[in-house]
């Protein structure tokens, strides 16, 4: 079983940046695929980034696509997204989640992860 706990958002402008990191619980890491996925009110959590159990395979929205990366550090079992030239529409709740799946892809289903983090709120003013 493995904790996830996010931090790092907040409100910036349009155009600015934030990276958020999830930290995760337990020694094993490493064996889990990543995701982050995000909540705007009155809509379904979407699909945001993935990556594999060893950072070498990731997987962007469309939406998110040469402005966020996703990025993995099995060291200090944390995942991180940077998120570069914000716009209003990013506006949501970010949620990091996790599937322990060795040696397996990215996934980008809801039902595709186990556990769940709380959540940090991102705000992009414009």
């Known amino acids: 079983q493995v904790q996830l706990v996010e931090s790092g958002g907040g409100l910036v402008q349009t155009g600015g940046s934030l990276r958020l990191s999830c930290a995760a619980s337990g020694r094993t890491f490493s064996s889990y695929s990543m995701g982050w996925f995000r909540q705007a009110p009155g809509k379904e959590r979407e699909f945001v980034a993935g990556?594999?159990?060893?950072?070498?395979?990731?997987y962007y929205a469309d939406s998110v696509k040469g402005r966020f990366t996703i990025s993995r550090d099995n060291a200090k079992n944390t995942a991180y997204l940077q998120m570069n030239s914000l716009k209003p529409e990013d506006t949501a709740v970010y949620y990091c989640a996790a599937v322990n799946a060795p040696g397996i892809g990215v996934f980008t289903k809801v039902y595709d992860y186990d556990y769940w983090g709380q959540g940090t709120q991102v705000t992009v003013s414009s």
């Open positions: 990556v594999n159990w060893s950072g070498g395979s990731t």
